[in-house]
């Protein structure tokens, strides 16, 4: 089984830039208008641009590759090019942590704040270190989306059930299966972290190319 994941974020992000889908989408839904609120930067100021443009730009680079993830995840030698790039953007973050500490919502902004997020999301080696400073950052510093996901990616790593439903792994052959989920108050908490409803989240992802294994779902 591939040990790489097509982070939720990218399917969120393609909801809140407009991409076209033919999933049911519902923009004034709650959880849509979580992440839209927090994703706001109109009038919004932040205290490190270079900073900001430099995470824009590792969010390019670690977005570009992973465009056509669904209908080339069986090609071992593209796998391999991720996981290199993987590797290589994950000593830049560290370099970025050592030296600022977590890039929040002030420092760079919305995009910046969400674009380390997502970059981190696929560096084992520093998911638990960023979740640790998110926990810590005021209220509003970090995107609830993609705080959301790093949090189902460590319990899922060290072996618990995650809580927000959205961490999977993939076949060779394209299936996605899901790690174990704790679905007791499923909905009310991805509705509360800005993530789309899991039938809605199934419809993006198979959109994508991928095919869900259904048995590893909750009832």
């Known amino acids: 089984m591939v040990k790489l994941t097509i982070a939720a974020s990218c399917f969120v992000a393609s909801i809140a830039g407009g991409q076209d889908t033919k999933c049911p989408i519902d923009s004034m839904a709650p959880w849509a208008m979580v992440s839209r609120n927090w994703s706001r930067e109109a009038g919004a100021t932040w205290s490190n641009d270079s900073l900001r443009r430099a995470l824009l730009a590792l969010e390019r680079r670690d977005q570009e590759p992973r465009r056509e993830f669904g209908k080339r995840v069986g090609d071992t030698t593209y796998l391999r090019r991720l996981i290199q790039l993987d590797q290589e953007t994950s000593a830049e973050v560290q370099g970025i942590l050592d030296r600022f500490g977590l890039p929040t919502r002030s420092m760079v902004g919305a995009a910046g704040a969400s674009a380390l997020f997502l970059v981190v999301q696929h560096s084992a080696t520093l998911q638990q270190r960023v979740l640790d400073l998110a926990k810590r950052a005021p209220e509003g510093e970090v995107p609830p989306s993609a705080l959301a996901m790093l949090e189902d990616r460590v319990l899922a790593n060290s072996g618990r059930p995650q809580v927000y439903g959205t961490h999977f792994n993939i076949t060779p052959e394209g299936l996605v299966k899901f790690a174990p989920i704790d679905s ?6 991805r509705e509360r972290a800005g ?10 992802v198979e959109e994508s190319g991928l095919r869900v294994d259904r048995s590893t779902l909750p009832p």
């Open 184 to 189: 007791r108050d499923l909905a009310s908490r």
């Open 195 to 204: 993530l789309p409803p899991l039938d809605v989240y199934l419809c993006l």
